[in-house]
């Protein structure tokens, strides 16, 4: 698969410090960062009785504050635009996160995971519409989306940016690869017609695809090399998962290929910091408007 150059944002394992800045504009103006986080279990402090998210955790009081100061502390350190987040349970807590970054937008729409952890968005910018696609159906009649697809459109300078973003079925729940293969295809046909769209926006699409980016199930994403992943171009991808005794490249973002030369650098960050508040890594990805 097609890979375009870019700088990765690896911090050191057993420090915090803020990635390296990116390349500046020959006109001086920032780049626009984008990032998405699987934020791992942020839970809120309510049992809830009914579908969806019957089965969630239910930490105390100040276990829910102590991980949002966590994982606010990280996104205020990364200082990202935009923000695409996985396993956030609900949008009040959401915009308790937000409260915390300095975020002025914060979007969610409950999707299908049993313990009710979804996808969400926080941004700086004016989110000019967002949608879900939680209720789409495989052939088979099966739900397709383990949580949802979400997609937004920022009014971002220079043009529009749409961020669509997922967390894909994981190996334990489909470890085959064959749901993950399904909805990849779908996340594709979603990129391709966001990207057809008049007039152009640019389009970013990823989340915690629960895959390396050249396994056969991100095959219908990834493989014609039409999208190219922001892993850095390096083979291994840096790790974005660990579970202490195996890591994986997990999470990704990725873009037309014809537009990789707004891409000014890309890759996961980590850190004490990050260590503390997930299992996951961020993976930023900092872009011409």
């Known amino acids: 698969m097609p890979r375009f150059a870019t700088i990765l944002l ?15 504009r020959a006109d001086g103006a920032g780049p626009l960062r984008v990032l998405t986080w699987n934020v791992h279990d942020l839970f809120d402090e309510v049992d809830r009785l009914e579908p969806p998210g019957e089965l969630d955790a239910v930490p105390s009081i100040a276990e829910v504050e102590a991980k949002l100061d966590r994982v606010a502390a990280v996104l205020r ?19 308790r996160l937000a409260a915390r970054t300095g975020h002025r937008e914060a979007w969610l729409i409950d999707g299908n995971d049993p313990r009710g952890i979804d996808v969400g968005i926080l941004s700086r910018l004016p989110v000019l519409a967002f949608r879900g ?30 961020l669509i973003g997922t967390h894909l079925s994981s190996a334990i729940s489909d470890p085959t690869g064959v749901r993950r293969r399904l909805q990849a295809s779908r996340l594709r ?19 915690d695809l629960n895959d390396a980016a050249d ?27 660990s579970s202490g005794s195996a ?3 997990l999470d ?16 996961p960050t980590g850190g004490a910091d990050v260590d503390a508040a997930s299992d996951h890594r961020p993976v930023i990805l900092d872009l011409l408007p």
Do not use: K, M
């Not at 046909?189 to 152009?200: G, H, S």
């Open 247 to 249: 890591w994986r490249a």
């Open 215 to 241: 396994a056969p199930s991100l095959g219908p994403l990834l493989g014609d090399g039409a999208w190219v992943d922001a892993d850095g171009g390096v083979a291994p991808a840096p790790y974005t998962w």
């Open 77 to 95: 350190r990364l200082d990202a635009d935009v923000a695409l987040l996985q396993e956030v349970e609900n949008l009040p807590l959401l915009r």
């Open 133 to 162: 696609h939680a209720s789409e159906r495989t052939p088979d009649g099966r739900l397709l989306w383990p949580r949802d697809a979400v997609e937004a459109v920022i009014d971002a300078p220079g043009r529009p940016l749409v």
């Open 189 to 207: 046909e979603l990129a391709d017609a966001a990207a057809a769209r008049a007039p152009p926006s640019l389009v970013v699409v990823g989340g």
């Open 252 to 267: 990704h973002l990725a873009l037309p290929a014809a537009d990789a030369g707004a891409v000014l650098a890309a890759g």
């Open 10 to 24: 690896v911090a050191a394992a057993c420090g915090g410090s803020a990635p390296p800045p990116p390349v500046p």
